[in-house]
Structures are given as C-alpha cells and as structure tokens.
C-alpha cells in the first residue's frame, strides 16, 4: 500500500473504532469494574473476534457470509441473544463490598471469552471488511501483504481505542463509593447490552 492509501485506511480504522458500539461498551463495564490493566483479557478478546472476522474476509469466507441470508441471519441472531444475555449478567452483577475489594466475580479467562464473541458474532464487522478491503487493495499487487497491513492496522488502532475507553471507565470508578451507585452503573452498562442487541436486531444490509 502507497502511504496516502494506507493514511486513508487508518483514518477509516480509526472513525469504526472510536464509533460506540458492542465491543466499546463491554470495555467501558470492564474498565469501570476492574480498572485498566484488569481489563486487558477482555481487550485482547475483542482482537480475537475481530482478527477471526479479519481472517475470514481475507481468505474469501466473509463475502460468502456477507451474500447468504441464511448465514448473516444466523450469525446476527447468536450476537443479539448474546449481548442480550450480557446486559441481563450485567444488571444482576453484585457490587463490590469495598473500593479496595480485589475480588473478581468474573474471570479474566471468561471475561476474554465473553468479548471474543462480542466481535465474532458482529454481522456489521463482517460487513464492514468486506466492503471496506476492495477499496483499497491494489489488482497487480500480491494481496496477502496487503490484508496483513490493513489487518493489522484495525486490531491495533482498535487496542488503542478500547484501552482509551477502559482508561476513561476507570476514571469514573473512584466516584462509585457506595452499594448504590455502583448498582445503578451496572444497571445502565446491563441496558446498554440491551440496547445495542436491539440496534443489531434492527441491522439490514444495504
């Protein structure tokens, strides 16, 4: 890729990145419950989704999915129920006892593998690559070096963002001093899940 056309790319990468949505939400929580450096596993989750979709779009598979109704229909529905089912998880969370509490109701193994299918099973990411690469890989040039490049460049403008949004989170962690507030938060993190499960039901393709 020429400079300008990668320039061009990671501005894109960026505007999809810093745009809310599920995966930005699911940091937020973390962020805000456990703090920046806890929230990594579930970081680093996310990329895994996304670098899946990444792959699949790269070896031709995301635009199989991307025309089969059946397939997208089948896909969105499993991230609607399950973002559904974070936002009940979230809602129902207990509150920590004290600010000092360094327990972790939810695992850091669990917490990854919750954000992995997050991203994985997001139709709109799917959709995204495979309208998004054909921009701007060039005919003549060999293509795996050139998805590397653009893939590599989303996962890691996407870990900046999200780390930004964690570190955001985290900020706002120290005013949640009591039962109380901290209920309240989770159960506005628990909607938002619920919201953005609605605003994916609601997804159609152009």
Not at 13 to 37: D, F, K
Not at 170 to 176: A, E, I, P
Not at 185 to 190: K, P, S
């Amino acid at each position: 890729m020429s400079l300008t056309a990668w320039l061009t790319f990671l501005i894109a990468a960026v505007l999809i990145s810093v745009s809310p949505g599920a995966g930005a939400i699911n940091t937020m929580s973390n962020g805000m419950r456990y703090g920046v450096r806890r929230s990594l596993p579930a970081i680093m989750g996310l990329q895994l989704g996304f670098g899946i979709q990444i792959l699949l779009v790269g070896a031709g598979l995301g635009a199989i999915i991307a025309s089969s109704n059946i397939a997208l229909s089948v896909i969105k529905w499993l991230g609607v129920a399950y973002l559904v089912w974070l936002g009940i998880s979230k809602w129902r969370e207990p509150v920590m006892e004290s600010m000092d509490d360094d327990r972790q109701p939810v695992s850091g193994h669990k917490r990854f593998w919750n954000a992995t299918f997050v991203n994985l099973t997001n139709p709109k990411a799917t959709v995204f690559l495979v309208a998004l690469f054909p921009q701007f890989l060039v005919a003549g040039a060999p293509h795996g070096p050139q998805l590397i490049t653009m893939g590599t460049t989303l996962i890691l403008v996407d870990c900046l963002v999200m780390l930004g949004y964690a570190l955001l989170a985290s900020q706002l962690f120290r005013f949640m001093t009591s039962a109380r507030r901290q209920q309240q938060m989770n159960r506005v993190f628990g909607g938002l899940f619920v919201t953005a499960a609605v605003a994916l039901a609601s997804f159609k393709r152009a």
